[in-house]
């Protein structure tokens, strides 16, 4: 009878032991798979920084998605340079060409903008540092820290934010303008735009144009960061 016991309490403790040891095991296997999940995370992550134009990974999550240049099919740049940041001004463009109010539209509208700029004007890559389109994106034009050919003396200390489109006589939809106001906070939070930046209307900042259209134009006038008068050249 006692020996039925032992071996009874023996399977049981067996039982326990196994049961244990599965818990353990599966404890184990989630670790793993977590670990793994955050690494995966981690290299998404720092694609979107390299591909959005080298953004630390702890901030990227501030800024709104960044159209990169592959997914609108970019041309390589014929050459670049670098641009130190953070930079104290923002200059705001229409392209003066058609609006687009979709994804594909968009991505198709980029590639005329770089071909005429590269084919037409012969500059080195699409002028500006971010386009924005009617279907709200930003999409990455030269990026963060290079060079634009956007804004003679300001080339080399703003970003140029151009929303697709001519805005003389009618405004950007709601969803364009809030993406501007968005790249423009993801760009103080990341340290490439000065906190207390200087906007300026293209106008304001070179001779002789019309950029970015009137209507556009009398609406950035309400804006914080708007400065007025002309300033060409800089006074600093
Ligand atoms: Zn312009």
Known sequence: MNDTRHIVTDIGEIMWKCNLTVVLILVVCKAICDGRKDIQNDHKHWKADIDGGRLMNSVVKACPRVVTREEWGARPAKDRSDMATPVPFVILHHTDMPECF???????????????????RGWNDIAYSFLVGEDGLVYRGRGWDTVGSHAPWYNFRSLGISIMGNFTTKLPNQKAIEAVDEIINCAIVNNKLKSDYILYGHRQATPNRTCPGQALFDMIQTWPHWKPGNHFPPKQ
């Open 102 to 120: 979709t994804f594909d539209d968009c991505c198709k509208m980029m590639r005329s903008i770089q071909d005429f700029h590269m084919d037409v």
